[in-house]
């Protein structure tokens, strides 16, 4: 894992260090920059594969190539073996070796041919390319300023250049409030500034700026009296993802923990994984009461695999201290939708842990949207479809965002296609913008990587081979094909019922504790601070104020700055979060105030 940030077309030494400041937590083991042509270039690395023999930036200078590069190229050796036959000589035994000769080799194609997560950015005589693997596992972004390309792995990175805006995107607040996540694959919460989408690539000659989606994700599909057959999937997947899981651990020598919640996705990581490793292995778990279902599960599976179990437990004096630094890092907001708020701050307690003893780690993402995981979601898609019209219903007719709504449950209603919609939209930005975002935010925050097996090349494009039956076959079971697979590995150590136990995910570790941080945000702002706040047409209670709050003051008004020993109850009690916008009025007088916040005016 790494930090990668720059400036295409200006040579400004002290930006782009800057920048990269910004960013270094997520790469502490190494920190470089540099200027290469006119361009401006950095790189602070978190080594895992990588060592002192692949700093980067990496150059080729006698073809004026040079690379950034933030992930993980697991087929890399089977890369080199090949391009070895034809000539080319590599020095060092690193993933990020094999980028610039198969670039050089395929051009723009060279992407399609690695299988991991990544985020790369190549500058090649006169143009900047920036790519991101198929999922969007790992974070890319990016300004552009007239002639110059502003890019890095996090948005703050980018707020460190003055001229870059801080100004909010209406159309992806709207989603956020919405779908709980930016229902888009290239917005973010800050006008202007832009992802790069899953699966695509972005040039850019400082003219011009293309995009070229390289891979795109298959759309589900309902069983059609097709030739496949249920018991072969079963035999197919097993193997796939024995041999995956295997890649996994051996790439990168250190010892890797598993995020283990005690539900079938974590506790058939930590099986495969001692099956694999014949040895003792290390699991993580969060709880804030020993009442929590997955706090019991978690420690019957590390009891029966004999795995060293480690169990955090998490107050509400914690969580409040701990959520300032999540919204930080998060760059966004976490708003009720189709996901549980509580999950991704849970995640990013349980990460700091980890990273005191791991550099790497495993999780579950991905398995869900693959194989057909949440249960109300996909078995009652109709009341789904409800939650979200009623909260797009205050959205004008003529909404984006509404059109999005409407597009996802057309009427009549219809059970069957409501599910193939959902499950097409889950794993596209439900996955990216919210649940792997989170991931990577929470974990890069303490220099931890967190790799997710599911979504591994072969895993991925088989989930994705196979119909909905085979996933969700009636309204009283989901992941009916990987359960069938875990059963044959969960026997041995007579955990067979964790098939067919309720899922609770991330959220549920947090539920005891949560109705006491919901009244502790409550009494800091009542309903009357709500009804007075400038955007309380899409803010609807405490909990959203505090998150959009939290967002505008470190990324708008601080511009991607964190204040040592800030405190929520400080922030209301002393009435800062309403200086912020007091402010803009006596900046702007007789200005639209909601405007002034969508425009970004009285930011620092």
Not at 79 to 108: A, H, Q, W
Not at 474 to 499: E, W
Request: one cysteine or more; a negative charge.
């Amino acid at each position: 894992m790494c930090g990668i940030c720059g400036i295409y077309n200006e040579k400004n030494m002290k930006a782009v260090t800057a920048m990269l400041e910004s960013i270094r937590y997520r790469g502490p083991d190494s920190f470089r920059t540099m200027i290469f042509k006119n361009h401006s270039l950095g790189e602070c690395g978190l080594n895992i594969v990588s060592s002192k023999d692949d700093i980067l930036p990496l150059m080729d200078r006698e073809n004026e190539i040079a690379l950034l590069f933030n992930g993980e190229i697991y087929n890399y050796e089977e890369i080199k073996k090949n391009l070895s036959k034809e000539g080319y000589i590599f020095t060092s035994d690193t993933d990020s070796e094999v980028i610039i000769p198969l670039y050089r080799k395929y051009g723009n194609d060279f992407v399609k041919h690695l299988k991991g997560m990544f985020a790369i950015v190549i500058i090649d005589k006169e143009q900047i390319i920036l790519a991101r693997d198929k999922f969007g596992i790992k974070p890319l972004f990016y300004c552009r300023l007239n002639e110059k390309l502003i890019f890095g792995s996090e948005i703050k990175s980018l707020l460190q250049c003055p001229e870059v805006p801080a100004k909010l995107d209406q159309r992806s607040l709207e989603e956020l409030m919405v779908f709980g996540y930016i229902f888009s694959d290239e917005r973010t919460l800050l006008k202007d500034i832009y992802q790069v989408p899953p699966g695509c690539l972005i040039s850019f000659d400082g003219n011009s700026l293309s995009q070229q989606l390289y891979y795109q994700i298959p759309a589900p599909f309902y069983l059609n009296n097709g030739g496949l057959d249920y018991d072969e999937a079963i035999g197919q997947l097993s193997d796939i993802l024995i041999n995956t899981f295997e890649l996994f651990h051996k790439h990168g020598d250190f010892e890797k923990g598993i995020y283990l919640s005690g539900g079938v996705d974590s506790t058939l990581m930590a099986v495969l994984s001692r099956e694999i490793l014949e040895t003792c292995i290390q699991t993580y778990t969060l709880y804030d009461s020993e009442d929590t279902p997955d706090f019991s599960y978690a420690r019957k599976v590390a009891r029966a695999i004999g795995s060293e179990h480690h169990e955090f437990f998490v107050t509400v004096d914690e969580y409040l201290q701990e959520l300032p630094v999540f919204v930080y890092h998060y760059e966004n907001i976490v708003a009720g939708g189709v996901f549980d708020i509580q999950g991704a701050a849970a995640f990013q307690i349980l990460s700091k842990y980890i990273s005191r003893h791991h550099k790497v780690a495993f999780t579950g993402e991905g398995a869900d949207e693959l194989f057909g995981g949440y249960y109300w979601i996909y078995t009652h898609p109709l009341g789904l479809s409800d939650r979200i019209r009623e909260k797009a219903s205050w959205l004008s007719s003529q909404s984006k965002t509404r059109e999005v709504v409407e597009s996802i449950f057309p009427q009549p209603e219809d059970e069957k296609v409501y599910r193939k919609n959902l499950f097409e939209v889950l794993m596209k930005s439900g996955l990216a913008n919210y649940h792997l975002w989170s991931v990577d935010r929470s974990c890069s925050a303490f220099g931890l990587e967190t790799r997710p097996p599911y979504l591994y090349d072969d895993i991925a494009e088989f989930a994705l081979s196979i119909p909905i039956e085979f996933k969700v076959p009636n309204k009283t079971m989901t992941k009916r094909l990987l359960k069938d697979v875990a059963l044959q590995y969960l026997k041995k150590y007579n955990l067979s019922d964790i098939v067919s136990r309720k899922k609770y995910g991330m959220p549920a570790a947090l539920e005891h504790i949560a109705p006491h941080v919901r009244d502790t945000i409550d009494r800091l702002i009542p309903d009357e601070t709500i009804n007075r706040h400038p955007l309380n047409q899409y803010l609807k209670n405490a909990l959203d104020v505090l998150m959009f709050d939290l967002f505008y003051y470190f990324m708008i008004q601080k511009r991607g700055k964190f204040d040592i020993g800030f405190s929520i109850d400080e922030f209301y009690k002393g009435r800062i979060n309403e200086d912020l916008y007091d402010q803009q009025i006596s900046t702007h007088p007789g200005g639209n105030l909601y405007q002034n916040i969508l425009a970004g005016k009285g930011a620092c």
